[in-house]
């Protein structure tokens, strides 16, 4: 992303960039195929199996089963033909048959040394090769360099790299979004999260589609050089005024789909809509599922639903 974006911003400014952006974001839309329709060739319903992690954090913060619950839930309410099945332990599955008849498969656990992938590589990656489409969410969107990266940009176009990404807290202003199956029915939002930023894509950032994105203020690279809390790079990238890219859509050049989701540090971040939304669309988008008009039927999460599944956590 690093090696496109600033070649651009040398030669234009912001504004040219986002218009740069918006057009690359239409036009990958219009090449991907989501033209699947309330079920799969045989009648049945796509499947999607949720990975968990172990907990990370404290109470409200990385509550990898509760925000998958979440997503679960919302989607077997849909009334589309979608069924969801939850790995039933922490981890990747025990018995890796859950992933029979799966279309897509949704991560949101540890990152880096501590990713539920790291021991499975060369098994998922099978699965990947075989269509099935992958999101990430939040800290599973981290890999190790090497072969860990390696896969992710595979996978889903762009992975959060240490020394080259970062992870403040902060609140992107989404107001423009490009036309997309993931933004149907998304209205503009803006929520305060640890949205990661200045991702590692792909050369050229081919087969990647934009989806959230804003520059971020000066105040979110005010901590010193560190793995994840800034670098020259990084710096340079935001002081010319280069967009960054915090949810994005992969079209897998050999057929499948990723998507990346850099936040839900924050679990209340689940009770905004349009950033619900945006997950549920995504899911459906890489499962090859037509996104409706009016994007996933999203449900109010309310604040009895939010404290429901919690983790056990020490405060």
């Known amino acids: 992303m690093e090696r496109v974006f600033l070649s651009l911003s040398s030669l234009c400014n912001c504004y040219l960039v986002v218009a740069l952006v918006l057009a690359v974001s239409s036009q990958h839309c219009c090449n991907a195929s989501d033209t699947a329709s ?15 992690g172990s907990p990370s954090h404290g109470p409200m913060s990385h509550e990898h089963r509760a925000g998958n619950m979440i997503l679960a839930d919302a989607l077997e ?29 949704v991560i949101f656990c540890t990152g880096h040394q501590g990713h539920v992938l790291n021991s499975h590589l060369d098994e998922f990656d099978r699965l990947m090769k075989s269509g099935v489409g992958v999101v990430m969410i939040h800290w599973a969107t981290e890999a190790e360099k090497g072969k860990p990266g390696e896969k992710f940009l595979e996978w889903m176009g762009g ?10 807290h902060w609140a992107p202003e989404f107001n423009q979004l490009p036309k997309h199956p993931i933004t149907r029915g998304v209205a503009p939002f803006s929520v305060h999260d640890e949205w990661y930023y200045h991702m590692r894509f792909v050369d050229g950032m081919k087969g990647v589609t934009p989806i959230l994105f804003d520059l971020p203020p000066p105040e979110t690279l005010r901590r010193p050089d560190g793995a ?36 839900a540090h924050n679990h209340v971040s689940w009770q905004n809509e349009s950033f619900l939304k945006v997950v549920l669309n995504a899911i459906l988008w890489t499962a090859d599922v037509d ?12 604040d009895d639903l939010i404290k429901a599944n919690l983790d056990e956590k020490k405060r």
Request: charged share 20%.
């Open 159 to 168: 992975f959060c790299d240490l020394d080259w990404s970062v992870n403040p």
């Open 38 to 52: 309330g079920g799969d060739e045989s009648g049945g319903k796509w499947k999607v199996v949720f990975i968990s």
């Open 228 to 263: 994840r809390s800034g670098n020259p790079t990084v710096r340079k990238a935001v002081a010319a005024g280069t967009p960054q890219v915090v949810a994005w859509a992969y079209q897998r050049p050999e057929g499948g789909r990723g998507f990346g989701f850099t936040g």
């Open 77 to 105: 309410r849909s009334g589309l033909s979608v069924e969801c099945e939850m790995v039933p332990h922490p981890g990747y599955p025990e018995d890796p048959s859950i992933f029979n008849g799966a279309a897509t498969v």
């Open 291 to 302: 996104v409706p008009d009016e994007g996933c039927p999203t449900p109010t999460i309310s």
